[in-house]
């Protein structure tokens, strides 16, 4: 008796995470959700697990993975974005000043 394999299904992030959510609020089973979208325990299992790593590597702050370095170029246009009001700030009030020194004598 041969049996035909199933087409590998993707689910996406929002499915795994209502079917791990209806679980743990207690609305469903772990046997309803599994009978619902057509997959094992095993899987179901799988998600709750990921789920729970995600959620501790997210809220213990001495875990925090350090940020990836920006590209050379980003960082330029970070650091002119950032500089740009300063630069007009520092323009506006040296001519403030120019005024009262020149009002001033």
């Not at 209502?18 to 959700?33: F, K, N, P, Y």
């Not at 009978?35 to 501790?56: D, I, K, Y």
């Amino acid at each position: 008796m041969k049996t035909t394999k199933r087409p590998r299904r993707i689910f996406d992030p929002q499915q795994k995470i209502t079917a791990v959510l209806s679980i743990w609020t207690e609305r469903r089973t772990t046997a309803q959700v599994c009978q619902e979208m057509e997959v094992s325990p095993t899987l179901l299992g799988q998600w709750q697990n990921l789920a729970m790593e995600g959620m501790f590597k997210a809220l213990d702050p001495s875990k925090k993975d350090p940020l990836p370095p920006l590209n050379h170029r980003l960082t330029r246009l970070i650091e002119k974005k950032l500089a740009g009001p300063n630069r007009k700030l520092k323009q506006r009030l040296k001519a403030v000043q120019g005024k009262k020194q020149a009002s001033a004598t």
